[in-house]
């Protein structure tokens, strides 16, 4: 893995360091308005701490204790409204230093700081490499018992063990900014996880668009890590999720010609889930389409949803594009996808008679 990280984007490698949040320092706050300033600057008088207000600039300096950030925050969120707080920007500065160029680009809005103080349990899990995962199948809807592929599901593992869901790890790395590190971990986890469990057949990995600047760059770990184990491209599946997606088009189709040119193939995950589905199909052109598990839902008893899917279904045929029908759970929605030509399908019912989901021991590092 040694290799792996040296060619690893550096937004996506670092991780902050605890340190900067240790010892005696000051705390910079810049208000948005003259109204906020004045309402933080009395609440700061009346909670009797020593403060410097800076009115020309709107700014308010605290000296404080950089472990009581987090609770000294969260009491001067519930004195701002909420966009006041997204608008007020924040800098931690140990000791009596003043502000120097190299420290600001850690200036960051008052909720994001909230959430850096608590986001302590998820850097550690990123630093000990405690990102693993678990593999679902997608079987051939004509014959179940035919695994095409398996979808990488990222978990996350306590130090004791326990398992930690992805949404919870997913929505505090948005917070906190830890996005970027956490789509690394578990890419660089679904590839290295498949090739040490031996499993041969295309592996879907789901990434965010929104955490990598540019794929030449933020990619090439996960590129190199590919080639490193021996997986050929053409076995990687790379999934966009279609409710996550960044409204940027031209970000999107910069992912996907990177992405095609070095060999691999793409998935438009979640169809149905959002608002922009046909744009998505046009701009992105994916190879395989995966119906959103609420639209295939009860579709064999719902006229409205089954009509969308057929429509849905005769484009990709069209268009020669493969589909994928998630969160099969029925007999009665496998008979119906099946009916109407779905070439794959992902779902419980699927993966209990026919083949497992393959449920990792916690195994992490190199």
Request: aromatic fraction near 8%.
């Amino acid at each position: 893995m040694s290799q792996t990280v040296l060619k690893s984007c550096e937004r996506c490698q670092s991780l902050p360091q605890k340190q900067e949040l240790e010892g005696w320092g000051r705390l910079f706050l810049w208000l948005p308005l003259g109204h906020s300033y004045g309402k933080l600057v009395r609440v700061l008088g009346d909670s009797g701490r020593e403060f410097q207000p800076l009115p020309q600039e709107q700014c308010v300096t605290v000296r404080l204790e950089g472990a009581h950030l987090g609770t000294f925050a969260a009491d001067v969120l519930g004195a701002l409204t909420d966009e006041e707080s997204r608008a007020t920007r924040v800098l931690f500065v140990k000791g009596d230093a003043e502000p120097g160029l190299r420290d600001f680009p850690r200036v960051g809005s008052l909720a994001q700081l909230v959430t850096m103080a608590r986001s302590g349990w998820l850097v550690d899990m990123l630093a000990e490499k405690r990102i693993t995962s678990h593999y679902q199948p997608i079987v051939h809807a004509k014959d179940t018992r035919r695994v095409y592929a398996y979808e990488a599901l990222m978990r996350g593992f306590e130090q004791d063990g326990s398992l930690v869901p992805p949404g919870r790890m997913l929505t505090l790395a948005r917070d906190a900014d830890l996005l970027f590190q956490l789509d690394l971990a578990a890419r660089l986890s679904a590839v290295r996880e498949a090739s040490r469990l031996g499993l041969k057949a295309p592996l879907f990995i789901n990434f965010t668009p929104t955490a990598i600047y540019d794929p030449e760059y933020c990619l090439r770990s996960t590129v190199a890590a590919i080639s490193d184990l021996g997986i050929a491209p053409s076995d990687v599946v790379f999934e966009i999720i279609e409710s996550d997606h960044t409204p940027n088009a031209n970000h999107l189709k910069s992912l996907i010609a990177y992405y095609r040119r070095t060999g691999f193939r793409v998935a438009l995950d979640d169809l149905g889930a959002g608002y922009s589905s046909l744009n998505l199909i046009h701009q992105l052109r994916p190879d395989i389409m995966k119906l959103d598990m609420e639209l295939i839902r009860g579709i064999h008893q719902d006229p409205y949803k089954a009509s969308i899917t057929h429509k849905l279904l005769e484009l990709a045929q069209q268009l020669g594009i493969l589909t994928v029908a998630e969160g099969i759970e029925t007999p009665e929605e496998l008979q119906w996808v099946r009916t109407h030509g779905v070439d794959f399908v992902q779902g419980y019912l699927i993966a209990k008679p026919a083949s497992p989901p393959v449920a990792l021991t916690p195994h992490f590092g190199d």
